[in-house]
């Protein structure tokens, strides 16, 4: 069964820094992009960042840039979003997925996406 667990949320202050982490069971996550999204209450779902398989190519939203960063460790069949800075407008509920591909190339557009966590929430509040 493919699934994708999110964890690492939480409540953290405007500066702050958080890490999810995206872990894949019932696949090989080596083989696949994978894609962090996020989604605040009465907004779209909306890419934040993606990191290709083949090639290891990452990919940010304007709004993170400099901010966050991605990266995969295959031997954990883990990717991981770090995000330093965190603003108040970064909070929302944070998912990784995957489309099935190596690369990034169905990223920032969310609907080409199968696989889905559950997700993890994130608040940046003082």
């Known amino acids: 069964q493919v699934q994708l667990v999110e964890s690492g949320g939480g409540l953290v202050q405007p500066g702050g820094s958080l890490r999810l982490s995206c872990a894949a069971s019932g696949f090989t996550l080596d083989y696949y992009a994978i894609g962090w999204f996020r989604q605040a209450p009465g907004k779209e779902r909306e890419g934040v960042s993606c990191i290709s398989s083949s090639d290891r190519s990452t990919y940010y939203a304007d709004s993170v840039k400099g901010r966050f960063t991605i990266s995969r460790d295959n031997a954990k069949n883990t990717v991981y979003l770090q995000m330093n800075s965190l603003k108040p407008e970064d909070t929302a509920v944070y998912y990784c997925?995957?489309?099935?591909?190596?690369?990034?190339?169905?990223?920032?557009?969310?609907?080409?996406?199968?696989?889905w966590g559950q997700g993890t929430q994130v608040t940046v509040s003082s």
């Open positions: 997925a995957t489309d099935g591909s190596r690369s990034c190339s169905g990223y920032p557009d969310y609907n080409r996406y199968d696989y």
